[in-house]
């Protein structure tokens, strides 16, 4: 029955975010012509990523949505537990956000254009002047009143530990000024291993803590704010996967 169920809610998913990227990728390419500062492509995003969420079964449960700052941009750096973690931030902050994602992903009928058409921003990791150049892109973003979310594990957790922070985060918050927002990600790592395309319905629970200030600081100590952040994201996950927490448990992983 298991192997049953798997195979319905993988079909299930797979179906759903096909037929929805190409609905909505036309949407949003059309909003693209109509508007060109993004704002427009990236809420249909938003919408996908609801609809990916609320059709696959996957609830999503925010706490800390008084921790976001809606008058400005701010850096959401947060643990990277799966596929998910980028359709429940997307679908459910309450803000303007332009993603760093991979060049290669932008070749992708529909979703690619859409991300363009969104104003997200390519990183073509193996060169390292154009890598620089999606950093100064990034900061022209931010300034521009647009938040970005890092993932400064750099890849997907295998098993939940929310594995050493690489470098880069602090320097896009101490070129652009903008706020570091701690974010907590549990239950994603569950509904699509890493090295799997098997779909697990589960619940999801994002913690959103207090913003750091990184122009109080001071340019020594916004390295050391990184590191901070991190140490909230890790007492974040362990208090709330161990089910101290409105009975979440997330025990599977």
């Known amino acids: 029955m298991k192997a049953l169920a798997s195979f319905y809610h993988t079909f299930k998913f797979w179906m759903v975010i096909s037929v929805l990227s190409l609905v909505l990728g036309v949407a949003a390419l059309i909003l693209a012509a109509v508007r060109r500062n993004g704002d427009g492509p990236h809420r249909i995003a938003s919408l996908w990523s609801r609809l990916l969420c609320r059709l696959n079964g996957i609830p999503v449960e925010i706490i800390g949505l008084e921790n976001v700052q809606r008058d400005r941009a701010q850096i ?7 596929y998910f973690d980028i359709f429940a ?31 997200y921003i390519p990183v ?12 100064l892109d990034t900061i022209e973003k931010i300034k521009a009143g647009c938040s970005v979310v890092l993932f400064p594990e750099g890849t997907r957790s295998e098993n939940g530990i929310i594995g050493p922070f690489k470098k880069g985060g602090h320097l896009l918050a101490a ?10 990600i549990l239950g994603t790592g569950a509904i699509i291993r890493k090295g799997s395309a098997v779909i697990r319905p589960g619940a999801v629970r ?15 100590g916004v390295e050391q704010a990184l590191v901070g952040i991190r140490e909230t994201i890790i007492r974040n996950y362990e ?9 979440f448990l997330e025990a599977r992983e």
Not at 76 to 82: K, R, T
Not at 94 to 102: C, E, G, L, N, S
Not at 175 to 184: C, E, I, L
């Open 175 to 184: 070129r652009s000024g903008a706020p570091m927002v701690p974010v907590t």
């Open 206 to 220: 994002i913690i959103i803590s207090p913003p750091v200030d990184v122009e109080r600081c001071g340019p020594d």
């Open 89 to 119: 931030l997307s679908g459910y902050l309450p803000v303007q956000i332009r993603w760093m994602a991979k060049a290669s992903l932008f070749r992708i009928p529909f979703v690619g254009w859409s991300m363009k058409a969104a104003g």
């Open 239 to 247: 208090e709330n996967r161990l089910g101290k927490s409105a009975g």
């Open 124 to 135: 073509q990791r193996d060169n390292k002047k154009k890598a620089f150049q999606s950093f």
């Open 76 to 82: 959401f750096v947060a643990n990277h537990q799966g």
